[in-house]
């Protein structure tokens, strides 16, 4: 019987993509590194991108693939290659072994730039891959995602609770609600001819997306404060910010020099040629409620 394949299920995204496949009636097979809860309607692979034979049993017979797993952070940015771009490979090869021929791939929009970083580096030659691969594919690069149990927009509400947000050099960004990308990779599985071999850049709807001065403004009326004062900061005082978190948190930090390279570029606005086709998907959660939503679970899970 066909199911869903879905690799790094117990992610932020990944698990949101996870629990929209089960609420849309499929059936799922989940790629996870470690044991997991049994789950109605979850079959746990157990394994990485790395373990072929995982993939395998992942992929075979599948109606499609959801590839969700890469990696986002790291202090050393040799290992974007091998998670991002080599793990991409394995996962295509492993389709065509079994017989599966949908793919929808999370890239990134840092992929429109991979001057900029090794991880935009990484997800641009791993799009490569998939358009070579001879499949249905799609791809999907999405802006910031927030939502609950999202641990990088965290710091930004963290911050807004004490009445300061520190951003990069002005600039726009966009953003969309880890729910609502999941709707769409899911919708995007069953999808028709049209959305096949295609890239698309979903967001909120907000047409021009946010400013960060705008971003920081909603984020600290989010978690309950009038205003925050949000200074921009120069790309020099940002380098030196993460040699102080690494420093101070080894390979948990979180601002790394190679994040500080696509953070300073002006425009991570999602484009309105790459837009998703309205009768396939439209976004259900406008940014001011996400993000006060978010605020919300995490004062209740103490996180805030």
Known sequence: MSHLAITGATGFVGSAVLGAALAAGHRVKALARRDQPAREGVEWVRGDLADTGALAALC???????????????????EFEAANVTGTARVVEAMRSGGA?????????????????????????????VEASGLDWTTVRPPAVYGPRDIDMLELFRAAKWGVVPLPPGGATSIIHADDLAALLIALTGSAAPTKKKTYEPDDGREGGWSHKELAQAIGKAVGRGSVFAPHLPEGVLIAAAAADRFLRGDRAKLTAD?????????WVSRFDRAVPPGIWQPAIAGEDGLKATAEWYRREGWL
């Open 259 to 267: 994040r500080v390279g696509y953070m300073c570029h002006p425009n």
């Open 101 to 129: 021929r949908r793919l929808v791939f999370v890239s990134s929009l840092a992929a429109r730039e991979p001057k900029l970083s090794a991880y935009g580096a990484s997800k641009a030659r791993a799009e490569t891959v």
């Open 60 to 78: 075979e017979g599948a109606a499609a693939v959801v590839h969700v797993a890469g990696l986002t952070n790291t202090p050393d940015p040799a």
